[in-house]
């Protein structure tokens, strides 16, 4: 698709200003590719890292999503020995606890726990 085919006219001047910011880019970071080299595109970068996170989500006994979005970053760098050191000193165990149950709540494993151990005079018909 060439940059004629977008029709930018519907643009206010601030859009087309970003537009042509990102065309500009694009022609500049494409231009260092040389021409027999194929790459990934975006989308097959984004299905590969969800492919990746539908293996490891097959082996949770839950299918929820929750928690283990967290885990989709995980898939794009390398993780080595240095950097769990480095993260493992740079924040403590309380204060990531502390953050997750803020920002997800009580699970949904906790959640079915503590139905199951609700005691069935607790309960009441609707």
Excluded: C
Excluded at 42 to 54: A, L, M, P, R, W
Excluded at 57 to 73: F, H, M, V, Y
């Amino acid at each position: 698709m060439d940059e004629k085919d977008i029709k930018t006219d519907s643009l206010t001047p601030r859009g087309q200003k970003v537009h042509q910011q990102i065309i500009e880019y694009l022609t500049i970071e494409a231009n260092q590719i040389p021409a027999e080299d194929i790459l990934l595109g975006t989308s097959d970068v984004i299905e590969s890292i969800f492919g990746k996170y539908k293996l490891f989500a097959a082996r949770r006994p839950l299918k929820d999503i929750g928690t283990s979005i967290l885990l989709i970053p995980l898939f794009t760098i390398e993780i080595t020995t240095d950097l769990v050191k480095q993260a493992m000193e740079a924040i403590s165990f309380i204060d990531v606890n502390s953050w997750f149950k803020s920002v997800f709540g009580i699970s949904m494993l906790s959640q079915r726990r503590n139905l199951k151990s609700a005691a069935v005079s607790d309960m009441e018909p609707a």
